[in-house]
Structures are given as C-alpha cells and as structure tokens.
C-alpha cells in the first residue's frame, strides 16, 4: 500500500470580462458613489442591476438610483477572513436591501462581532478611499441608525464621464488535494518514470490516469499495469492564445495520447515537431525535464505512423 499524497494546489487565472451598459453604468456609479439599479417590467428595482428582466427575459436599460442606506435581510458570520476578502478582520457576509430596492445585494458588514449583527439591521455603505468602478468601491457596510426616508428611487441617466467599460476579476481557488490510493500510486509510479495504469476485472479495460473504479462498470479497479512509455497522438488541438504565466511559445500543439496498452488517452503537449505537422497515428514518447514528475512533453519517436484502426476506439 503506497503513502497516500496530499499537496497544496492553486487554480489560478485572471478572468476578463466586458461591461455593457448596464454594469458599466453600475459599476462607474460606484466610483462615484452613486448607487443604481434597474427598473424591470412590473415595476420592481434590482440591485445589483442586471440586463434582462429575470421574469420577461426582456432588456431592461431602465436605471434609478437609490440609497446607500439599507436593511440587512439575511447574513453569516466569518470568524476566519482569508487573503483578498474584503476585510482583514473577523466580518459578517450580508445581503442587503438598499433603502428604494427590491433585491438584496450580497457584501460584507464590519461588526465587532456576530453579537452585533441582527436580520434587520439598519446599515449603510462605506465607500473605499481609493475607487475604481468596481464591487470593492463599497469598503464594506456599517452599522446606521437612521430610518429609510421612504422616497421612491429617481430616474437616473447612468451616464458618466470616462465610464468603466470592462473589468478583470481574478478567479482562486486554493486547496488541499489528496489523490487517493489510485492516483497516489500512478504519481509514485510517474516519480521513477514509469506509467501504470490499473485494469478493469470486469470489462478489461486500462485506465490511465487510474481513478480507482472502472467509471462503466462501477467497480473497483486493483490490478496495476505498466503502460507506454511510447504512446498514438489520437487527436489534437494547435492552441495559439498565449496563457499568462506559461512560458511556452504559441502555436504549439496540445494533444490526446493514448499510450501502448492503455484504453484510455490522457493529454500532455506535444514537441520536437512543427506544430502543422502534427497528425492522428503520430507515434510519439515522452521526454522527462530534470527533477520533473511527470514528462514535459512528448516527441516523436521515429516509428511510422500507427494505423486508424489501431486507436480508433480511444478517439
Ligand atoms: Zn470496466
């Protein structure tokens, strides 16, 4: 029975999106600290806005402003902030009704503690010093004493000088990841570059990377086989947007590789090969980088092709 592994993973990348009217006009009002929301068909105010109404699928550019003064309408305590949360200290997570809306707007709330926080609470916005036309130019809400005035939400342009006209949201996720017994023997398999995949008893099969059960069958896999090293490019992709942070050179080709008595291909890149010479039938073994896990890529290892009717069940 090998050591079952655990280690730290990062799933990390920038995502980027463009605003159309109605979130621009939302999110430049922030900056401004100027809070909007949407009127829908029947006469109800959304905020956050959105841009079709959520009843009639109809586009809505129908804009208002409302308070920045509002009722916290349900919340949970976080004892533990982590890195990027909107706060550094213990906090509530709140949804809040601003005074002039009829949806609740998910934030955050800085109380001493989850004593002091209560559904129905009166709270307002404190604005961050420094804003951008983003989510974060609300610091965070706070405890207020006052009484919403009652006033129905004014019309409102939502036009702005230099408008923010897109957003990056950095998306995270940062875990511990165990791999279980199957895997964690395929990656102390891999640490003396060896692959071994596990079999089937019912239907036969080679599952490589293994999961630890035939996902046809339903059971259990045990029986360990070593497969490859050499493997058959059944299919590939030329990948040509260059991904932030990896230091490889576009085009380059991102291929399904189906090792020598594996039933199952597993994707590595391919190189040592134009990227348009690249074909299905490719015969092709993996090149180890020093100290590496797992190999770097795979090349070409020289043998002719392989037939169609040789991998065509893995396609
Ligand atoms: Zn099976």
Same mark, same amino acid.
């Given at each position: 029975?090998?050591?079952?592994?655990?280690?730290?993973?990062?799933?990390?990348?920038?995502?980027?999106?463009?605003?159309?009217?109605?979130?621009?006009?939302?999110?430049?009002?922030?900056?401004?600290?100027?809070?909007?929301?949407?009127?829908?068909?029947?006469?109800?105010?959304?905020?956050?806005?959105?841009?079709?109404?959520?009843?009639?699928?109809?586009?809505?550019?129908?804009?208002?402003?409302?308070?920045?003064?509002?009722? @916290?309408?349900?919340?949970?305590?976080?004892?533990?902030?982590?890195?990027?949360?909107?706060?550094?200290?213990?906090?509530?997570?709140?949804?809040?009704?601003?005074?002039?809306?009829?949806?609740?707007?998910?934030?955050?709330?800085?109380?001493?503690?989850?004593? %002091?926080?209560?559904?129905?609470?009166?709270?307002?916005?404190?604005? %961050?010093?420094?804003?951008?036309?983003?989510?974060?130019?609300?610091?965070?809400?706070?405890?207020?004493?006052?009484?919403?005035?009652?006033?129905?939400?004014?019309?409102?342009?939502?036009?702005?000088?230099?408008?923010?006209?897109?957003?990056?949201?950095? %998306?995270?996720?940062?875990?511990?990841?165990?791999?279980?017994?199957?895997?964690?023997?395929?990656?102390?398999?891999?640490?003396?570059?060896?692959?071994?995949?596990?079999?089937?008893?019912?239907?036969?099969? @080679?599952? @490589?990377?293994?999961?630890?059960?035939?996902?046809?069958?339903?059971? %259990?896999?045990?029986?360990?086989?070593?497969?490859?090293?050499?493997?058959? @490019?059944?299919?590939?992709?030329?990948?040509?947007?260059?991904?932030?942070?990896?230091?490889?050179?576009?085009?380059?080709?991102?291929?399904?590789?189906?090792?020598?008595?594996?039933?199952?291909?597993?994707?590595?890149?391919?190189?040592?090969?134009?990227?348009?010479?690249?074909?299905?039938?490719?015969?092709?073994?993996?090149?180890?980088?020093?100290?590496?896990?797992?190999?770097?890529?795979?090349?070409?290892?020289?043998?002719?092709?392989?037939?169609?009717?040789?991998?065509?069940?893995?396609?």
């Amino acid at each position: 029975m090998p050591d079952i592994l655990s280690a730290p993973l990062v799933v990390e990348f920038p995502f980027t999106r463009s605003l159309g009217p109605v979130q621009s006009a939302f999110l430049t009002g922030l900056r401004e600290r100027t809070v909007l929301g949407v009127r829908t068909g029947d006469g109800k105010v959304l905020v956050p806005p959105v841009e079709y109404d959520p009843v009639t699928a109809e586009e809505i550019r129908d804009l208002v402003e409302v308070a920045a003064t509002g009722t @916290v309408t349900t919340w949970a305590w976080n004892p533990h902030p982590r890195r990027d949360q909107p706060l550094d200290t213990p906090f509530a997570w709140v949804l809040v009704r601003l005074d002039g809306a009829d949806t609740a707007l998910l934030h955050v709330l800085d109380a001493p503690g989850p004593e %002091a926080v209560r559904t129905g609470m009166r709270v307002r916005v404190r604005w %961050a010093g420094a804003r951008t036309g983003a989510i974060t130019d609300i610091a965070c809400f706070e405890p207020y004493e006052g009484e919403a005035d009652g006033s129905a939400p004014a019309p409102h342009a939502g036009e702005f000088a230099d408008p923010v006209t897109g957003i990056v949201t950095p %998306a995270r996720l940062d875990y511990t990841y165990s791999p279980g017994r199957a895997q964690s023997a395929y990656l102390e398999a891999l640490a003396g570059r060896r692959v071994v995949g596990e079999r089937c008893p019912s239907c036969r099969k @080679v599952y @490589v990377p293994p999961r630890g059960a035939c996902p046809t069958c339903g059971v %259990a896999t045990a029986e360990q086989v070593e497969v490859g090293p050499r493997g058959t @490019v059944t299919t590939f992709c030329v990948v040509n947007i260059k991904a932030k942070n990896l230091d490889i050179e576009v085009p380059y080709v991102y291929a399904h590789i189906a090792l020598d008595g594996a039933d199952l291909a597993l994707h590595a890149r391919i190189g040592g090969i134009p990227y348009d010479q690249v074909r299905m039938g490719l015969r092709v073994e993996p090149v180890w980088a020093e100290g590496s896990r797992h190999p770097d890529h795979y090349r070409p290892s020289g043998e002719p092709d392989a037939d169609y009717d040789a991998y065509k069940e893995l396609v």
